[in-house]
């Protein structure tokens, strides 16, 4: 009897299957030969809701959390920074954030504050931050230093404040001299006008003016006086600053720097921010990140609040 050729094909097909089958069903062609699987991840980490420990800056100071003070440094790692101490990050921050953050903790706080507002991307309010160190720590300098650098970093990364012109504040900055204004001391009036504005993030207008005696006798070495002001007939001024001068322009602008960072942070003690310590730092950096955007804005305010107080004491008599 001849047996059909497709039962022949059939029957030699499924022994092989077979054969294979029985042969191999218990092995597994996925993992080498020797290498112990590891055990496999269900995902019960993710039903319990496990979070990852909040990433920390590491801060160089001497007694706030640093390395150097165990008991500081583990008390700030400990302490993590709660969705309240971050604020609405949904919402635009203003110039004052964190002020109540940075007067009830340490500058330590503010710096691993700052630290977690960056990675969550929020880089303005990151900068407020480190502002905040600046502008409410009394008299630790290292920590102003480790800020301003911070500062230093953030600020060319980010927009100006102020983005609406009509909106500036327009303050008059004095200089006077007994001696006829120099080219280099025009220029570096300029530059000073400008790094003024910058560093209060177009809050400012600044209207520089230069009084002068036009005295050829007196000595080229005259010191210059200097004061801020509001605008107006009756202006109101701040304390007047007088510093050397030079005829180098660099050398002059630092110096035209520290007088202003002096008057105005000789103002702002009168409402309350605490009175900087000895900062081994330039004029230019003392005005761009020792002043934080906060104080240029309450420095013009208070000047203007003040005239206009002194006009209405001097209408009622």
Do not use: C
């Not at 209207?207 to 006798?217: A, G, L, V, W």
Request: net charge negative; aromatic share 6%; no cysteine.
């Amino acid at each position: 009897m001849r047996i059909h050729w497709a039962v022949v094909i059939f029957a030699v097909i499924g022994t092989i299957l077979l054969t294979w089958h029985f042969r191999t069903h218990h092995l597994d062609f996925m993992i080498p030969k020797g290498v112990v699987p590891a055990p496999e991840d269900d995902g019960s980490d993710l039903a319990l809701r496990t979070t990852l420990p909040q990433p920390s800056i590491e801060i160089n100071l001497a007694n706030n959390g640093i390395l150097g003070n165990p008991e500081a440094q583990e008390a700030s790692i400990m302490a993590e920074i709660t969705d309240l101490d971050l604020g609405d990050l949904n919402s635009s921050p203003g110039l004052d954030s964190y002020l109540k953050f940075g007067e009830d903790n340490t500058p330590a706080r503010l710096f691993e504050l700052s630290s977690t507002l960056r990675t969550r991307g929020q880089f303005q309010r990151a900068l407020l931050a480190l502002e905040r160190i600046i502008d409410t720590t009394p008299s630790d300098a290292d920590a102003l230093d480790e800020a301003a650098k911070g500062i230093t970093n953030l600020v060319p990364t980010l927009p100006s404040w102020n983005v609406d012109p009509t909106s500036e504040i327009s303050l008059m900055l004095h200089f006077s001299s007994a001696r006829p204004a120099s080219e280099e001391m025009k220029e570096a009036v300029l530059q000073l006008a400008t790094l003024i504005r910058q560093a209060s993030s177009a809050q400012l207008e600044i209207i520089p003016k230069i009084i002068s005696t036009r005295r050829q006798e007196a000595p080229e070495d005259s010191p210059i006086a200097l004061w801020i002001s509001t605008t107006g007939q009756k202006p109101f001024s701040s304390a007047v600053i007088t510093t050397k001068t030079s005829q180098d322009v660099d050398v002059l602008v630092d110096e035209l720097s520290l007088a202003v960072f002096q008057t105005i942070h000789a103002h702002l003690a009168k409402i309350g921010y605490p009175t900087p310590p000895a900062l081994e730092a330039s004029g230019r950096d003392l005005l761009m990140a020792y002043t934080t955007r906060l104080m240029w804005r309450d420095f013009a305010r208070v000047l203007y609040k003040e005239q206009a107080a002194a006009l209405e004491k001097e209408d009622s008599n």
